[in-house]
């Protein structure tokens, strides 16, 4: 029997004087250089990650064409989630073009950096949205809990769009929220047919958090999705606010040590294959 590939399902590159990442500034101190496909290589090869997924960190498209080539030159990365204006007159046009590139594999509106939680509601959306469905393209939620309910009535008006949750929608670990953050997370898993990406908790913990400090809420993430909907990724560089990437798979491995094989073979690598139509 084939053993499944390890696969980081969400990890960043970039190369500042592009400079269309509005968010990255020097504050950012620990992340504020060019990071390129090898640097995450270096950092996910030791334990065994063979491919990965490279996913948009600036909103534009430049930025997505730019990530597609990366694809291009480098074969562990799988797939790429980029970036579309979907308020464009010819969204679904730009959409149908991009996923004519192989690894294209998703879509990521910058949610959590939009003033207004219910964005992705406005009818001007539904068919760029409508576009990524036919295209058979993922929809990555970069959210935070008061997106929740928005998603879950987008989810039940797009049944055929394919959708991921990133980062567990970020919960303020560092504050202790729980709610309304672990029922939006429970209504999601219960409600619809999305996934969710075990990533991002470490961030959100603050800097150098104490081992086990995000385990009630990525306990919760599993219990609410089951090992089949949960897919892991790093967030590094991102995760350097944080702490390392040892750190993170080692917390994960943790989290994950009282599932059977199979379902610990599903969450490292299996259930990204399948969200992303990988390989």
Known sequence: ????????????????????YGWLTPALAPIYRDVAVADWQAQSAPHGVTGGVLVQAAPTEAETQFLLAQADQNP????????????????????EKLAGHPRLKGLRPMLQDIADAEWILQ??????????????????ALVKSAHLPHILTLAGRHPDLRMVIDHCAKPGIAAGEWQPWADGIARMATETGAMCKLSGLMTEAGPRPQPGAVRRWGEHV??????????????????ELAGTY?????????LLAGLDKAGQA???GGNAMGLYRLG
Do not use: N, Y
Request: net charge negative; with cysteine; proline share 5%.
């Open 222 to 239: 599993l219990k609410s999705f089951g090992a089949d909907r949960v897919v892991w990724g790093s967030d590094w560089p991102v995760l």
């Open 76 to 95: 562990a990365v799988l797939g790429v989630v980029g970036w579309v204006d979907m308020l464009a007159a010819d969204a679904p046009a730009r959409i």
């Open 1 to 20: 029997m084939t053993a499944i590939a390890k696969i980081d399902a969400h990890f960043h590159c970039w190369q500042l004087a592009r400079g269309d």
């Open 123 to 140: 009818p001007a959306v539904a068919p760029a949205l409508r576009a990524m469905a036919d295209c058979g393209l993922v929809f990555d």
């Open 246 to 254: 040892a750190q993170w798979w080692s917390e994960a491995r943790q």
């Open 266 to 268: 599903a969450v490292m």
